[in-house]
């Protein structure tokens, strides 16, 4: 099977096929390079996910690029879109939060639980046809095990989510063939989607370092069974993180910025704030000489995010781990996740505490 590669870097200078692309989360240049990719690159070999669909902006582009793909004969059903289609929770963030910042970006009222559903239908139209739909919690899916060419994963905005993610699709790539693009990958908040894809280097390369917010990755070998196992139960300790994270910075050099702040942010959720505050410090002192314009606002939710872990667990008393509380504690999780408490420290001080349920142990 020939492999097209990403030779002439079309979507860098010409964006007019997705000029009519939905409003969404992605920048006209990623709509453009999904646009090309499902009709230049794709070969039919295995299912394209989009995981993450939100009003389906890159749904939209990816849909458009098959509608384009001579090669391809059989379309129908071949682009798998999940969301829950209603406002969501990220780590941190209450959906109060949420909710006020998908009005004042995107209009749209979902303080109520209303579903998005239908302005989805809307900005896919005629192309809806190529999409499976899967609304609801993504965590509560199981993939088919059909092969798998194409992973858009913009939805690990939660471990448990990631987990779910590499446990139901990474065992379907296809060494040779199957590209994942980590549209997080260039942003702080999510450090063990880097932890993650760090870890697999053995197993990937580089496809395309930075499509603004995206990078993305090239299955070259099988990924071994107990390694599958390792990354679907994030088996790493803080020091693994931590390691995985220094060799990225190390491997990506100028390029490396959010990165670095993505270690911020765990060292700062593991309660090392003078460590963190240091690469908050220098990243700092990069903004005036750099070229990345993304890398302030990356610093901005990467210093909001230590500020609050600083004072969320300046009031906690010792012993006690958010992320191993809601680790233990699964229904407590599913909770947080679903907006009733507004983190595992807070349902510890209201109900945890007298039930008597452990507090999660420092590493
Ligand atoms: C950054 S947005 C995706 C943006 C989209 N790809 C675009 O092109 O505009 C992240 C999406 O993840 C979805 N999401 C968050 N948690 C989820 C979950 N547990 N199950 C399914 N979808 C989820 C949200 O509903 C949201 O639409």
Not at 111 to 131: C, K, M, P
Not at 230 to 255: C, H, P, Q, V, W
């Amino acid at each position: 099977m020939t492999y097209m590669t990403f030779q002439n870097r079309q979507w860098l200078h010409d964006t007019s096929e997705v000029q009519d692309m939905p409003h969404g989360m992605l920048s006209k240049m990623e709509g453009a390079f999904l646009f090309y990719l499902c009709r230049d690159v794709y070969l039919g070999a295995g299912e394209i996910i989009d995981a993450g669909a939100f009003l389906g902006a890159s749904a939209f582009c990816m849909a458009k690029g098959l509608e384009r793909n001579d090669r391809i004969t059989h379309k129908s059903g071949r682009l798998h879109s999940y969301d829950l289609f209603r406002v969501w929770q990220e780590e941190g963030e209450s959906v109060e939060y949420m909710s006020d910042q998908l009005k004042k970006h995107f209009g749209i009222s979902v303080a109520d639980d209303e579903s998005t559903f239908h302005v989805f239908f809307r900005n896919l139209g005629e192309y809806s046809r190529h999409i499976r739909i899967y609304p609801g919690d993504i965590t509560q899916t199981k993939w088919s095990g059909r092969p798998i060419e194409i992973l858009f994963n913009d939805v690990s905005k939660t471990l448990p989510i990631w987990r779910h993610v590499l446990r139901q699709f990474f065992p379907s790539l296809m060494p040779g063939i199957s590209l994942v693009i980590q549209q997080d990958y260039h942003h702080p908040l999510l450090p063990w989607i880097h932890v993650v894809q760090e870890y697999l280097s053995p197993f990937f390369e580089v496809a395309e370092s930075h499509v603004q917010d995206s990078a993305v990755f090239r299955l070259v070998e099988r990924i071994p069974d107990r390694v599958l196992e390792r990354i679907s139960n994030y088996d790493f300790t803080l020091k693994d993180e931590i390691g995985m994270l220094d060799t990225a910075i190390k491997r990506l050099g100028d390029d490396s910025g959010h990165v670095a702040l993505a270690k911020a942010v765990l060292l700062g959720r593991s309660r090392r704030y003078d460590e963190a505050k240091e690469i908050l410090d220098a990243i700092k002192g990069l903004l005036p000489t750099t070229k990345d314009t993304k890398l302030n606002f990356s610093l901005f939710l990467a210093s909001k995010a230590v500020t609050r872990e600083e004072a969320l667990h300046s009031a906690l008393p010792a012993g006690f781990d958010e992320r191993r509380y809601l680790e233990a504690h699964s229904d407590v999780a599913k909770a947080v996740q679903s907006g009733v408490f507004d983190s595992g420290y807070h349902h510890w001080l209201i109900s945890g505490k007298y039930e008597g349920r452990s507090m999660g142990k420092s590493d």
